[in-house]
């Protein structure tokens, strides 16, 4: 009882460090490649200088290369805002989507977490979730890949606790309900392609399930519709097929060297961050046997008893896999477009320790000591060496910034500088240095040069 009425300041405490922790390494993290080109109107070299700025470098956006409006433009939106703004938003960000990993995982929402449960999320996302550098600190990837998975996750949460019977209002005639369904439906369809494949057939399932246990709602069949017509606006776009026809046409393109071999050869990068997962799915299967006399009734049983909760960890299980395998329309597959399949993988594994019994072995006991230990010798060590390198890029990059301004007074305006010595390839990708290149022609060159007023700029490795 005792330790009870401490973990709201255990769990409080746990997420005010996160948060810190996230805040710092993302005001150290500077502007990196399409930061700046989205800096500009797109496609140009004008600078964004306001709002309807915004509004028409998105509707060229959207009619030369692509449909995600949303991630797209609010990306535009805080880069004009400024960058220490999106840094204290982006680490809020975060921290929802630890909540909502929590709330999804455990089928209700509560700000009582159990501290060793939120510690396991914080282990979980540190180690599985593939280029964090790249897909939570970096300003351009935070929108396309951590901020669409929230507004994912935010959008599916009334169908999920809907499931376990705790939807707390009569949502079936609320005009507010079946309104705000629709325009967030709208909104988390329009964020990318893998993601939002998957948040239409969710949707689909949803209303499936509940109108054959009759149990369906008119704000389930507002936020379906919502969710088919932004996928609809972002697939659609005329730019996709822009883009698209640049891709394929190339005389190099091959469907099975591009489609099939990057997807193949980003699934094997993935199975590696997974790994904590599949150990942790390990364990809960030997518990299970372990603790069975026989694996057939036991599995039998325990299924039927907790119905709820294994449908749940199987349905987001089933979405991680086929937002994975969406990628296989993709010319390329870059791993940090394996964000929101990490993180509804995370949710369906964590699901299942709501059964009483491997709540009682994994997060009590010695389950509890182990996961305590793993923070303590594994992951702040990392996290220690990403905020000195963090630290680093920090530095050099002022001092960058700097030299182009010194220079820039002088009227020098052809440069040459120094790489950044903090390398963007780490283990586990918890660093993104993506640097400028030694042809200054190149567009990260470009409008790094045209954001700070300079003519060109190269690196070289000899100074």
Request: aromatic fraction near 16%.
């Amino acid at each position: 009882m005792r330790s009870m009425t401490k973990d709201p300041i255990i769990s409080v405490f746990i997420l005010l460090i996160l948060y810190g922790y996230i805040l710092s390494l993302n005001l150290l993290a500077p502007l990196m490649v399409d930061d700046y080109m989205y800096s500009f109107h797109w496609n140009t070299y004008d600078r964004i200088t306001g709002f309807s700025d915004i509004i028409s470098s998105q509707v060229d956006h959207y009619f030369t290369h692509g449909g995600r409006m949303v991630a797209e433009g609010l990306t535009q939106v805080f880069l004009y805002i400024g960058k220490d703004f999106f840094a204290v938003t982006n680490s809020f960000v975060f921290i929802f989507l630890v909540a909502l990993i929590y709330w999804h995982s455990q089928g209700k929402v509560s700000l009582r977490f159990q501290p060793i449960l939120l510690l396991l999320i914080v282990f979980l996302c540190w180690f599985c979730i593939p280029r964090i550098g790249e897909t939570v600190i970096w300003l351009t990837g935070a929108f396309n890949y951590l901020w669409t998975t929230v507004f994912v996750l935010l959008f599916l949460l009334p169908y999920r606790l809907k499931i376990e019977g705790k939807l707390s209002f009569n949502s079936n005639n609320n005009i507010i309900a079946i309104g705000g369904m629709f325009l967030w439906g709208i909104v988390s369809g329009w964020t990318n392609e893998h993601i939002g494949l998957s948040l239409v057939l969710a949707t689909f399932w949803f209303n499936y399930y509940f109108l054959k246990k009759n149990m369906h709602d008119k704000w389930m069949v507002s936020g379906l519709i919502g969710a088919v017509i932004g996928y609809l606006m972002l697939m659609l776009a005329p730019g996709n097929y822009v883009r698209s026809a640049d891709i394929t046409h190339k005389a190099n393109y091959s469907f099975i060297h591009n489609n099939l071999h990057s997807t193949l050869e980003t699934s094997l990068h993935l199975f590696i961050y997974y790994i904590p997962l599949f150990i942790l799915l390990f364990v809960i299967y030997k518990i299970i046997v372990r603790n069975s006399k026989t694996i057939k009734n036991n599995l039998q049983s325990t299924f039927y008893e907790n119905r709820t909760t294994f449908v749940s960890s199987i349905f987001f299980i089933t979405i991680s896999l086929s937002t994975h395998f969406a990628m296989l329309a993709a010319p390329e597959y870059p791993q940090r477009a394996g964000f929101p399949s990490a993180v509804f993988l995370i949710i369906g594994v964590l699901g299942f320790l709501r059964l009483k019994l491997i709540h009682a072995k994994i997060l009590t006991g010695k389950g509890r000591n182990i996961i305590i230990s793993m923070l303590v010798l594994v992951t702040f060590p990392l996290a220690y060496i990403t905020l000195q390198a963090h630290m680093t890029l920090y530095t050099e990059h002022k001092q960058r910034v700097e030299f182009v301004m010194m220079n820039k007074a002088q009227g020098i305006d052809e440069l040459s500088i120094k790489p950044f010595t903090v390398k963007d390839k780490t283990i586990m990708g918890h660093i993104f240095a993506k640097d400028l290149t030694d042809d200054s022609n190149t567009p990260r060159n470009k409008f790094f040069a045209n954001y700070y007023g300079i003519k060109s700029i190269k690196v070289i490795q000899h100074q």
